[in-house]
């Protein structure tokens, strides 16, 4: 949106040290979600000995489990009214029962079996959701500007990319600095960097970024706000997209490692692997917001999606000894993953405007839970479904490249195809997106002009 059309919205652009409070706690967040799809599945099932399968079950039943919770806390945090705001006294509850859930999941004490498992994946995640709902939807409602909440969730997925860097990187110093070699020294070294981080960059976000004032009352019924949630077509569009592409996504992450440990046989390069490609998707952010500017988000999104769809086949061409080979398709698809967070949350974002058109209410959180729910959904299914398939092609994840044939030419084909046949659909599905720049100022005018009214309209005090 140009100056003028701030200055019309009487919207003042928010400063850069704003931006950036608001972006440090998905520094932590993703430390702990990325690792949780890609290094706790070898680690639990590896090192700790749980079945492939029952890790996979136990998985669906926490996300079924997050239906209840993701909306439960959508809704009590839209309806609530404090000195400190409606989204940030959420945030700080969040913050012990995440780091309790991390300090039991990555420093796990005791016998661990399914029970142990399922206990502290449903405490972290209740934690994970206690803090996130409220942040994602705050970060909504920081700015009204079509191009400005490009530049908060794209600052938002650099944060979380470099949050996912300093994994890889203490992961790289405990390696080679204090020869900490070894899956399980790896994790609980990750556990201790987030309890640490949790804290400190909530607190600086808490501390530095106010939550707006001027927040129309939801007066909606739950159920009766779920129906006219449904009712908003693009809103259904941009979940589907996100549901289709994110679980490709997630397909790539749960199979990382084994991929490369037993196709590649390239034992701990999976670290800097990783370093290299979080690295570049955090060059790659501010690269695509300026396409987007140009193209639309969802265009950007889309051939972000095509790209990936067509460059990831190649993996299915590689085998023992070609890491090198490897390196310039994880480059490209590094590149392209610049969009995957950035754009599809700054649409979310727009989407939401036409919520407050029909119902004159803001519900930011209501419509963060169901993206969060989609998100873990997505998480789920990827693990469910390519973990089972693993497993019943007979690969057993403690034998790496020893495993027979079959489970060795399963764990490619799956890592090299499958997310492909995603990506095309979700590119197919975002593509024609109804909310372009100019529809979303539309909306926004109209969201305004009904303020405007109602501030006219309140009684004098």
Not at 62 to 83: E, M, P, Q
Not at 144 to 170: C, F, H, K, M, N
Not at 230 to 240: Q, S
């Amino acid at each position: 949106m140009s100056d003028g059309n701030h200055a019309a919205s009487g919207h003042v652009p928010l400063k850069r040290s704003t931006i950036f409070f608001y972006s440090l706690p998905q520094m932590p967040v993703m430390m702990g979600f990325l690792p949780f799809a890609i290094i706790l599945p070898p680690f639990y099932s590896g090192e700790l000995g749980l079945d492939l399968g029952l890790y996979s079950q136990i998985l669906l039943v926490v996300s079924l489990f997050d239906v209840l919770t993701d909306a439960l806390i959508g809704r009590v945090s839209d309806k609530t009214r404090s000195r400190f705001g409606r989204r940030r006294i959420w945030m700080v509850i969040g913050i012990p029962m995440m780091m309790f859930g991390i300090y039991k999941l990555y420093i796990p004490t005791g016998p661990v079996d399914g029970w142990y498992f399922f206990t502290w994946a449903m405490v972290m995640r209740f934690g994970w959701t206690l803090l996130t709902i409220p942040y994602w939807s705050w970060g909504a409602e920081l700015s009204p500007d079509y191009q400005e909440r490009s530049r908060i969730t794209g600052s938002r997925a650099a944060s979380g990319l470099i949050g996912t860097l300093l994994v890889w990187a203490v992961l790289l110093v405990g390696l080679f600095g204090f020869d900490m070699g070894g899956t399980t020294a790896s994790v609980n070294l990750i556990g201790a960097v987030i309890i640490i981080a949790l804290p400190i960059t909530v607190g600086l976000a808490v501390w530095r970024v106010p939550e707006r004032k001027n927040i129309s009352p939801t007066t909606t019924p739950i159920w009766e706000g779920v129906k006219l949630m449904w009712r908003n077509g693009p809103l259904k569009r941009l979940i589907l997209a996100f549901l289709v592409g994110y679980t490709s996504f997630a397909i790539t992450f749960q199979l990382y490692i084994f991929y490369i440990t037993s196709i590649l046989q390239a034992g701990s390069a999976w670290i800097w692997l990783l370093s290299m490609t979080t690295l570049i998707g955090v060059l790659a952010v501010p690269v695509w917001v300026k396409i987007s500017k140009r193209t639309g988000k969802h265009r950007a999104w889309g051939a972000a999606l095509i790209i990936s769809a067509v460059v990831g086949p190649l993996y299915a061409l590689l085998g023992p000894g070609d890491l090198l080979y490897a390196i310039p398709i994880l480059v490209v698809l590094a590149f392209a993953s610049g969009t995957f967070d950035a754009m599809p949350n700054s649409m979310k974002a727009d989407v939401i405007d036409l919520d407050t058109v029909m119902t004159g209410e803001d519900r930011a959180a209501l419509y963060f839970s169901a993206w969060a729910f989609t998100q873990k959904l997505a998480q789920t299914i990827a693990g469910y479904l390519t973990l089972q398939g693993l497993a019943l092609a007979g690969y057993v994840p403690a034998l790496g490249p020893e495993n027979d044939p079959d489970g060795l030419f399963a764990l490619k084909m799956i890592f090299a195809f499958v997310p492909s046949i995603f990506f095309i659909a979700a590119a197919a599905i975002a593509w024609n997106y109804p909310i372009t720049e100019a529809r979303q100022r539309e909306l926004r005018a109209e969201v305004e002009n009904r303020k405007s009214g109602q501030l006219a309209e309140a009684p004098a005090e």
